[in-house]
């Protein structure tokens, strides 16, 4: 069973730019969840998405947005860029059985952004 | 409330030694408290896990031990190997969302 796939992996963009990132979840997985992690801040919680609507937001300005596809893949987009959006972002993917969220994220191998 | 503390920052063992790592969180809603193991140019990967209806868990060589009245829980690595050398962060959710992550501990055992 293949794992989740983040693209790119390593991109570069400069100050006002924007950026799309993309993640493809294990298969059968519904809920996708974003973050961000830089080494001051450890793992920042970005948003989560099941079945295409946003379920729950973190605390991050509105230049970071996402969607889910209703093949479950997501996207998360950052406008405007600036140099503290320099991070690796993580996605990860979780199966809900029944109902209920099993708890277990599985996490891609991130995308690294960097802001010149 | 949401905050997740985890400490220490940072920990450097001899092969065998037994590292521990400890979190503490506030909000008694959450209900779920996993580990994560992340290796250089990986993704975090879940450890070991606790529910707070039991106050000690071992997988192979890992122990959560978890302390609800006082809102503590700490991961234990038993007969600790060179491989083991990584960064953990413990976590807390509630209903299997809103996940909130410690800052992390970075871990070196040395052979």
């Known amino acids: 069973k293949a794992g989740v796939t983040q693209t790119p992996r390593y991109l570069i963009k400069t100050r006002g730019q924007q950026v799309t990132l993309s993640c493809s979840p294990i298969s059968g997985h519904r809920s996708v969840s974003w973050y961000q992690q830089t080494p001051g801040q450890g793992l920042q919680f970005l948003f989560e998405y099941f079945s295409e609507t946003q379920r729950n937001k973190g605390n991050f300005p509105g230049r970071f947005s996402g969607r889910q596809f209703s093949n479950s893949r997501s996207e998360m987009n950052v406008s405007t860029l600036e140099l503290g959006d320099s991070a690796l972002y993580l996605c990860?993917?979780?199966?809900?059985?029944?109902?209920?969220?099993?708890?277990?994220?599985?996490f891609g191998e991130g995308s690294r952004l960097t802001v010149l | 409330q949401q905050q997740v503390k985890q400490s220490p920052q940072s920990l450097i063992v001899q092969k065998g030694g037994i590292p521990i790592i400890n979190c503490a969180y506030e909000n008694t809603a959450f209900d779920y408290f996993p580990w994560y193991q992340q290796f250089p140019g990986k993704g975090p990967a879940l450890l070991i896990a606790?529910?707070?209806?039991?106050s000690e868990k071992k997988e192979g060589r890992f122990t959560i031990s978890f302390n609800k009245s006082a809102k503590q829980f700490s991961l234990h690595i038993m007969d600790s190997q060179p491989g083991d050398s990584a960064t953990y962060f413990c976590a807390a959710s509630m209903w299997g969302q809103n996940f909130v992550f410690g800052p992390g501990t970075r871990l070196s055992v040395l052979p």
């Open positions: 606790i529910r707070p209806d039991v």
């Open positions: 990860a993917s979780s199966l809900e059985v029944q109902g209920s969220n099993t708890g277990e994220l599985f």
